[in-house]
């Protein structure tokens, strides 16, 4: 069984919320945007990482990751890119892509929208983990956490790091 910590559109931010949570995971993925390299060095100082540069990553990260990510672990195959399109409804290039690997999984990130959905017609998981980042038009910052075991996906738990913009302080002070 491998725990697995995935987020994306980190837009050059890394905080302790975040990186408290590497610790429970046995590896971390992130899809893409990552904005700074400092994100994905520290990310890479906890746990084993896997990653895809996004539409916002630089020559560094480009060198750095991969614009797809296909890999296979416990049994699942996993495809991995930044901009994947609607759930069901993908680029053309990404289309390509699945038609090719066929992955159990296709993970992307760009949105910013929260989805964990599984599509009929190709008969895979669609997971994007929202955004970990400060910066962007979502709301709330969002991870996925998940157990891969036997071949399947298990425990898929939401992980809710506050409000875009502010501090968790300032985050749990508006809710109350």
């Given at each position: 069984m491998k725990k697995i910590l995935l987020l994306s559109d980190t837009h050059g931010h890394i905080d302790d919320r975040i990186l408290n949570y590497t610790q429970e995971a046995d590896e971390v993925w992130?899809?893409?945007d990552i904005g700074d390299l400092n994100v994905?060095?520290?990310?890479?100082?906890?746990k084993p990482l896997r990653g895809v540069y996004g539409?916002?990553?630089g020559a560094k990260a480009r060198l750095s990751f991969p614009e797809n990510n296909t890999f296979t672990l416990e049994g699942v195959k996993f495809l991995m890119t930044h901009?994947?399109?609607p759930a069901g409804k993908y680029t053309p290039r990404v289309r390509e892509v699945l038609n090719q690997e066929r992955p159990d999984v296709f993970i992307c990130g760009h949105s910013h929208i929260l989805?964990?959905?599984h599509i009929k017609g190709r008969n895979m998981m669609h997971l994007n983990p929202g955004a970990a980042g400060i910066n962007g038009f979502h709301q709330i910052r969002t991870m996925l956490r998940f157990e891969i075991a036997q071949?399947?996906?298990q425990?898929?738990?939401v992980?809710?790091?506050g409000l875009r913009g502010k501090s968790l302080s300032q985050s749990v002070e508006r809710a109350n």
């Open positions: 992130h899809a893409g994905t060095d520290s990310l890479a100082q906890h539409n916002i990553d901009i994947g399109g989805k964990v959905m071949g399947k996906l425990n898929m738990e992980i809710e790091l």
